[in-house]
């Protein structure tokens, strides 16, 4: 199975300010023919099933805040909260899709400080 | 509009066996796998396995291998996941999640609301 290993595991952050939380993959997730990254961010609420925050690697999901952004490509990805606002908090979870078998990262935490 | 209707919270012993059901709608059910996702009280996300409607195989993650069952209906549009003899680690909130698919030009994911399982004795 792929290995997804998030940092940090909790995050707090001032709101207003930037959150950056990384995400590594133990093989690339680049498929070179159609040059695309498999790999998505999710956020989950208390209670919530997880939601589909970026997806290819840094496109936005439906009805997603223009502050959220994804980047990067191969192992190593990043999604970056420009300007945290109180809807923010929640845990986050890197995904990697390239086979049917996905794989989680282990969740960060992002709280309000 | 799409939709999966998970079973409602159990509660078992150990040793009983268990099958707990997401219900599809909205889509045609043999176009797309449906997948499950285990997350343990106050841990991750586990993806546990999918129903691939291509082969009809099932294909389950290296920690779920042996321990569950996932299969369908198709009659019914409705997949399962199944124990045969539960232990109290099985309990946590199981979610179904459908193949993501595209929709004009963005992807969209399904997830079931979840269902909650609890093994005590």
């Known amino acids: 199975d792929i290995v997804m290993t998030q940092s940090p595991d909790s995050l707090a952050v001032s709101l207003g300010e930037r959150a950056t939380i990384n995400c590594k993959s133990s093989q690339s997730l680049l498929y070179r023919p159609k040059n695309k990254n498999y790999f998505a961010w999710y956020q989950q609420k208390p209670g919530q099933p997880p939601k589909l925050l970026i997806y290819w690697a840094s496109t936005r999901g439906s009805g997603v805040p223009d502050r959220f952004s994804g980047s990067g490509s191969g192992t190593d990805f990043t999604l970056t909260i420009s300007s945290l606002q109180a809807e923010d908090v929640a845990v986050y979870y890197c995904q990697q899709y390239y086979t049917t078998l996905w794989t989680f990262g282990q969740g960060t935490k992002v709280e309000i400080k | 509009e799409v939709q999966l209707v998970q079973s409602g919270a159990e509660v078992k012993k150990p040793g009983e066996s268990l099958k707990i059901s997401c219900k599809a709608s909205?889509?045609?059910?043999?176009?797309?796998?449906i997948g499950w996702a285990r997350q343990m009280p106050g841990k991750g996300l586990e993806w546990m396995g999918i129903?691939?409607?291509?082969?009809?195989?099932?294909r389950y993650t290296s920690s779920f291998q042996g321990q569950v069952t996932i299969s369908v209906d198709e009659s019914v549009s409705t997949a399962y996941l199944q124990w045969s003899s539960l232990t109290a680690s099985d309990t946590a909130m199981y979610y179904c999640?459908?193949?993501?698919?595209?929709?004009?030009?963005?992807?969209?994911?399904?997830w079931g609301r979840g269902t909650l399982v609890i093994v005590s004795s």
């Open positions: 129903f691939d409607p291509d082969d009809s195989e099932s």
């Open positions: 909205g889509y045609s059910f043999s176009d797309y796998w």
């Open positions: 999640a459908r193949q993501p698919g595209i929709v004009g030009d963005e992807v969209r994911d399904y």
